[in-house]
T-cell receptor, first 115, second 115 residues
Framework: AQSVAQPEDQVNVAEGNPLTVKCTYSVSGNPYLFWYVQYPNRGLQFLLKYITGDNLVKGSYGFEAEFNKSQTSFHLKKPSALVSDSALYFCAVRAANYGNNRLAFGKGNQVVVIP | DGGITQSPKYLFRKEGQNVTLSCEQNLNHDAMYWYRQDPGQGLRLIYYSQIVNDFQKGDIAEGYSVSREKKESFPLTVTSAQKNPTAFYLC??????????????FGPGTRLTVT
C-alpha cells in the first residue's frame, strides 16, 4: 500500500518569510513524488515531481522540494512567500515499480500567507 | 487546467436521480481518472482507465459507474445508489501508466449538490 501524511492542517506564514509544507510518505520500493496546488473551486495544478536523480527538485512559481529517503519525506519549500501562494497544497506518491499510475494523495495543507 | 474540460461546473439534482458528469481531454493521454474531494479528506479515487474500453475500480467505486468508449472522453455517472453524492468531482489524465510516468493533469472540477 502507498500513503502520504501531511501532518499540519494549516500553515500560516507572513509574506516574505520562508514557507515549508511537510509531507511524509510510505511506499514499497522507490517512490515517485508529486506536489500539487489547488485554488478555491478549481482543479489541481501540478507544481513539481521527484522521479530520480537530484534530491532537490525545482518547480513552478519558485517552489522547490527536497527528497529525503532516510526520513521518507518530500517537504515543499519557497524562500519568500507571497499572498498569492495562499491555497491548498497536496502531496502525492506512487511506487516506482507499480503497474499503473494510481497516486495516493495526502489530505492537503491549507497555506495562509499573511500580508 | 489546460486541456481537460469538465462540464457543468455546478450541478444540482434531486435525490434518487442518476446524473452524468462529463470529462473530455485533448492531450492525447492514455490514462484518465475520477476523484472525489470532500473537505478535510483530500482526493479519493473513484475509477480509472488506462486504455480505451478498459477501466478499474478505485477506492470508493460503489454507487458510481464509468465508460471509456473514446480516448478523449471518460464520463462518470453518479447513481442513486451513492449514499452521499454531494461533493466536488475532479477528472484527471496522464500521458501513460505503468513505468513510463506522466504526472496527472486535472480538470476544473464539477461541484455536485444533491438535495
Amino acid at each position: 500500500a502507498q500513503s502520504v501524511a501531511q501532518p499540519e492542517d494549516q500553515v500560516n506564514v507572513a509574506e516574505g518569510n520562508p514557507l515549508t509544507v511537510k509531507c511524509t510518505y510510505s511506499v514499497s520500493g522507490n517512490p515517485y513524488l508529486f506536489w500539487y496546488v489547488q485554488y478555491p473551486n478549481r482543479g489541481l495544478q501540478f507544481l513539481l515531481k521527484y522521479i530520480t536523480g537530484d534530491n532537490l527538485v525545482k518547480g513552478s512559481y519558485g517552489f522547490e522540494a527536497e527528497f529525503n529517503k532516510s526520513q521518507t519525506s518530500f517537504h515543499l519549500k519557497k524562500p519568500s512567500a507571497l499572498v498569492s501562494d495562499s491555497a491548498l497544497y497536496f502531496c502525492a506518491v506512487r511506487a516506482a515499480n507499480y503497474g499503473n499510475n494510481r497516486l495516493a494523495f495526502g489530505k492537503g495543507n491549507q497555506v495562509v500567507v499573511i500580508p | 487546467d489546460g486541456g481537460i474540460t469538465q462540464s457543468p461546473k455546478y450541478l444540482f439534482r434531486k435525490e434518487g436521480q442518476n446524473v452524468t458528469l462529463s470529462c473530455e481531454q485533448n492531450l492525447n493521454h492514455d490514462a484518465m481518472y475520477w476523484y472525489r474531494q470532500d473537505p478535510g479528506q483530500g482526493l479519493r479515487l473513484i475509477y480509472y482507465s488506462q486504455i480505451v474500453n478498459d477501466f478499474q475500480k478505485g477506492d470508493i467505486a460503489e454507487g458510481y459507474s464509468v465508460s471509456r468508449e473514446k480516448k478523449e472522453s471518460f464520463p462518470l455517472t453518479v447513481t442513486s445508489a451513492q449514499k452521499n453524492p454531494t461533493a466536488f468531482y475532479l477528472c484527471a489524465s496522464s500521458m501513460s501508466s505503468g513505468r513510463v510516468l506522466g504526472e496527472q493533469y486535472f480538470g476544473p472540477g464539477t461541484r455536485l449538490t444533491v438535495t
